[in-house]
């Protein structure tokens, strides 16, 4: 019930095209899902966040979709560019104590 | 702002030894968390403070890890005694607390032989 699924493992989209990278949950009780972006040799680094009375949030050229009857929520990045490459990571986290549960990660390489 | 600190960067330990990580927080986060980051897999949560209060430990392996935060501010992380198994980076984050937002430091790698 903790467990945050995630897919593709590994994703390959050319410059300009757009990466979709997709989460499941289980536990209702999750309130919050933060996305991470983590480049090798770094920390994850928040990169957009959603709560689940929305259904879409952007930030310049990254969306979150939220599915809440699905308990599903999607990263969408729009005009990929090469420094996009890196691993993406969702999370949900409890309500009440602040616990970040990850998923498994999707590497994702953007080609010129 | 700084960010939050961990040293040593990097660490190569043969297995039956200890070893210490140590992070700072960012100034006035009251949650502090250490994760575990095997390669190719997401962070694990080994430990949560609240201040110096632990909120979850669930997951750290209390026979060989340890975890104390002093006076709210500074944590360290311990194995005694490491297993090849432990190898892994072990990222330390911080956040304010009630605004949900975690900043991750760069990580310890420990590499256990």
């Known amino acids: 019930q903790q467990q945050v699924k995630q897919s593709p493992q590994s994703l390959i989209v050319q410059k300009g095209g757009i990466p979709i990278i997709n989460c499941a949950y289980e536990?209702?009780?999750?309130?919050?899902f933060p996305w991470y972006q983590q480049f090798p040799g770094k920390g994850p680094a928040l990169l957009i966040a959603?709560?689940?009375?929305?259904s879409e949030k952007k930030e310049g050229r990254f969306t979150i979709s939220f599915n809440k009857s699905a308990k599903q929520f999607s990263l969408h990045i729009m005009d990929s560019q090469p420094g996009d490459s890196a691993t993406y990571f969702c999370?949900?986290?409890?309500?009440?104590?602040?616990?970040?549960?990850f998923g498994t990660g999707t590497r994702l390489t953007i080609i010129p | 702002e700084a960010g939050v600190a961990q040293s040593p960067r990097y660490k190569i330990i043969e297995k039956r030894q200890s070893v210490a990580f140590w992070c700072n927080p960012i100034?006035?986060?009251?949650?502090l968390y250490w994760y575990q980051q095997i390669l190719g897999q997401g962070p694990k949560l080994l430990i949560q403070?609240?201040?110096?209060?632990?909120?979850?430990d669930s997951q750290l392996p209390k026979d060989r890890f340890s975890a104390e935060r002093l006076k709210g501010v500074d944590s360290t992380l311990k194995i005694q005694p490491a297993k090849l198994e432990d190898s892994a980076v072990y990222l330390c984050?911080?956040?304010f607390g009630q605004g949900l937002e975690a900043f991750f430091g760069q990580g310890t790698r420990l590499t256990v032989v």
């Open positions: 403070f609240q201040n110096n209060g632990v909120v979850d």
């Open positions: 999370a949900a986290v409890l309500d009440g104590n602040e616990k970040l549960t």
């Open positions: 959603i709560r689940p009375d929305v």
């Open positions: 100034s006035g986060h009251a949650t």
């Open positions: 984050a911080s956040s």
């Open positions: 536990n209702t009780a999750f309130d919050y």
